[in-house]
């Protein structure tokens, strides 16, 4: 338990917490900051420099905390135990004052006007001269003193019974009678303890020809002046933190938080009942999945070069197509771009149809008309019901070269029905359909195995993409290059092959051996889950590139 009655108010203790999750300790003048990914931590960091000085002091402390959303007195002990004061208990430093101060209660003009006096109805003719009783004079405001002419006049004797306001006044606050005839009505009082009010002894004027009638006694109905915020609070109310913009309130949806562990010995003790945090292995896969799951605000096309046959170009490009697929809810095509005649289509599904891209340019103009619908495509591309993306063939004749044009043609239908475009590529960076590929290309990826043929043809590729234009120099530096293991036994190769690209690109993934990507159709589920996690790290370095 805190004894409150060692706690000594100087020097001033406040802390604030501001909602980017930084914050400030003030011990007096000495100030000491804090900064933190989240509130939790930026708390955590408070309450440590609290109990610090207050182990420093070698007594309990009371710190103001000051937060978005609300401001807490707390107790901070010497063995480091944090009590929060309840509002009403907590020391007045700034509480409001219980009675207004007393020497703005005193306060009165050197030039006022005469106290208001009961309204009174006018008489229908003037009264013959004799003297009046003069009328009790109504409680003086002191915020309300009335502008009047100074006009010297006879002294007389001031009204003995006058009263007074309950609220502390000036001892013998001035008084006034009836205004005589031929008189002003209000006549300047110096601003002294026994000033008396001069009246004539003369017939009485008439209120209404006064030049400035004397106001009534004030009513509810009335207006009265601004009383400072001090007087409008009740004794003992606590003081209400003040308003702030509502633009610069934070947002009061909890934070996102990381699920428990869900593979591995971590996974397996939280289905019985535990409560394990993933490991980093698991937080970078997690990662790596959201990445892929995006969705961009336009149309992205990822190109998959390299001038040597036999590099892993086509399974490239259906792995990344399967996983940015089965990741981010289909709209992916992938699209055989080779001058003649590829290999994507032997190595994925084939629809209920033999069509190409040659059959796609017939009916360019129809499938890009207002009218068309996604449903017309499904004629022209084969779809792979296990991976969720779509296939556009090359030619299987061999015998039609793609031009430039041609490939802008096709990427404009494509670009209308699908989200991501990966296309694959021939082996001449001179064709106009490679080199046109380029220019439309958001991110360039260059696969290479463990073989150096087709690393050296990787390095001659980036050069290439480098030499066609600006923004060909521009994807070739922040191209990402995919290793393939050709072998089980290649792993210290296909590193050593990523470190000597590394400085060259934005980044280098290396993908192990895997006997189902030798040969035949290649479905993502029959790969071994190493792999599966390889191909989910190398398509998420390309989207983090797009």
Do not use: C
């Not at 430039?404 to 694959?424: F, S, T």
């Amino acid at each position: 338990m805190i004894d409150k009655a060692s706690i000594q108010d100087f020097p001033p203790m406040t802390a604030s917490l501001l909602a980017d999750n930084s914050g400030v300790f003030r011990v007096g003048t000495a100030e000491q900051y804090l900064t933190a990914t989240d509130a939790g931590t930026a708390r955590r960091q408070l309450a440590e420099l609290m109990q610090a000085e207050a182990r420093k002091s070698g007594r309990p402390i009371r710190v103001t905390v000051t937060d978005p959303t609300s401001v807490t007195v707390l107790l901070i002990g010497v063995d480091g135990e944090l009590q929060e004061e309840p509002q009403s208990t907590a020391p007045a430093r700034t509480a409001q004052r219980t009675t207004p101060p007393p020497a703005a209660a005193q306060r009165v003009p050197l030039i006022q006007a005469p106290p208001p006096t009961p309204s009174q109805p006018a008489p229908a003719r003037p009264a013959p001269a004799q003297p009046q009783t003069p009328p009790r004079a109504a409680p003086v405001q002191p915020s309300q003193p009335t502008p009047v002419p100074a006009q010297p006049t006879p002294p007389v004797s001031a009204n003995p019974q006058a009263t007074t306001t309950p609220q502390p006044v000036p001892p013998q606050r001035p008084t006034v009678q009836q205004p005589a005839f031929g008189t002003p009505p209000f006549q300047p009082v110096l601003n002294q303890p026994n000033a008396q009010q001069p009246v004539p002894a003369q017939r009485a004027v008439p209120v209404q020809q006064s030049v400035q009638a004397p106001p009534a006694a004030p009513t509810q109905q009335q207006q009265q002046p601004p009383v400072p915020q001090q007087q409008q609070q009740a004794p003992g109310q606590p003081t209400a933190p003040a308003r702030r913009d509502l633009r610069d309130a934070p947002s009061f949806l909890a934070p996102p938080t990381i699920g428990p562990a869900q593979h591995g010995l971590a996974g397996l003790l939280n289905k019985l009942g535990f409560s394990v945090p993933p490991s980093a292995s698991e937080r970078a896969e997690r990662d790596d999945v959201h990445a892929v799951s995006r969705h961009f605000p336009r149309r992205r096309t990822i190109s998959v070069a390299n001038q040597k046959g036999g590099a892993n170009k086509t399974p490239t490009v259906v792995n990344l197509s399967s996983v940015f697929a089965r990741y981010g809810g289909g709209g992916v095509a992938a699209w055989d771009n080779n001058e003649t005649m590829g290999t994507l289509g032997w190595r994925t599904e084939q629809g209920g149809h033999d069509s190409t891209v040659l059959d796609l340019l017939a009916a360019a103009s129809d499938l890009l008309s207002p009218g068309a619908e996604r449903a017309d495509l499904s004629r022209f591309v084969h779809h792979q019901p296990g991976d969720k993306y779509e296939v556009l063939r090359s030619a299987a004749d061999g015998e039609h070269v793609v031009t430039a044009d041609e490939v802008d043609l096709v990427h404009r239908v494509l670009a209308k029905y699908y989200r991501l475009i990966v296309m694959d590529s021939g082996n001449s960076a001179g064709a106009p359909n490679w080199r046109r590929m380029v220019e439309l290309t958001d991110q360039l990826v260059i696969p290479t195995t463990t073989v150096e043929d087709k690393k050296e043809g990787a390095r001659l590729t980036l050069t290439a993409v480098s030499r066609v234009s600006e923004r060909g120099a521009e994807l070739a530096r922040n191209a990402v290059v995919i290793v393939s293991e050709a072998e089980a036994k290649d792993t210290s190769i296909a590193n050593a092959y990523a470190e000597d690209f590394r400085p060259y690109v934005r980044d280098v993934v290396v993908v192990p051996f895997d006997p189902a990507l030798k040969n035949g159709v290649i479905r993502h589920d029959a790969l071994r889950s190493s792999t599966q996690r390889a191909w989910l790290a190398a398509a998420a370095a390309v989207s983090r590139g797009l």
